[in-house]
């Protein structure tokens, strides 16, 4: 597996190398992403975070605002899972005004879903549900069933950490009708 990254990683430095070349800025963006996740999959954090960094200014400089979208959540996950959610927070919510603005509905609701992870982490466990209310409402609006049962799922657990069995009760629920609605039998283990 060590060798594979090592592959990957030059040959998306050589993508570079040639994205540069070609003075093609939103593939240069994309390569840096592509780069950057491939280092966060190894756990090379710093170096991810930079090359997201680069690809977030070209984005901005480019006017790219699908770009600046991808960026600031591949950002906003690599300081989520160095719980610094301080910065995790600021990148998601600056993800949800550019998503906001473009009418990106679901990358909105991704944006929510982070954002109720990372205050679900720090046990602010209303605000968490406040998000994943967020996000559901899009999903709805968009007919999403799965990630709408998901949302539920979050819902319910969030209520439950808040002691109120009944609400919690109620999303489980709501999760396991749309479940079946959609005949998914492993779902409904799931829930």
Do not use: P, W
């Not at 489980?172 to 829930?191: H, S």
């Amino acid at each position: 597996e060590a060798g594979e990254v090592r592959q990957a990683v030059e040959a998306f430095e050589q993508c570079l190398v040639l994205r540069r070349k070609s003075r093609d800025k939103i593939g240069l963006a994309e390569a840096l992403n592509k780069l950057g996740l491939t280092y966060c999959d190894i756990g090379y954090d710093l170096r991810a975070i930079d090359y997201f960094e680069q690809s977030l200014v070209i984005c901005e400089d480019s006017a790219d605002f699908h770009g600046q979208g991808v960026c600031l959540l591949h950002l906003g996950n690599v300081f989520k899972m160095q719980k610094d959610n301080k910065l995790a927070i600021d990148f998601f919510a600056r993800c949800l005004a550019v998503r906001s603005r473009v009418g990106d509905a679901a990358g909105m609701a991704a944006c929510h879903d982070c954002l109720g992870l990372v205050h679900y982490g720090l046990g602010d466990f209303g605000k968490a549900t406040r998000h994943y209310e967020e996000g559901l409402a899009m999903r709805k609006r968009l007919g999403d069933l799965e990630a709408m049962c998901e949302c539920l799922k979050s819902i319910g657990t969030a209520y439950i950490r808040m002691e109120d069995t009944a609400k919690a009760i109620d999303a489980f629920k709501r999760c396991l009708d749309l479940q079946r609605k959609v005949c998914n039998d492993t779902g409904e283990v799931d829930t």
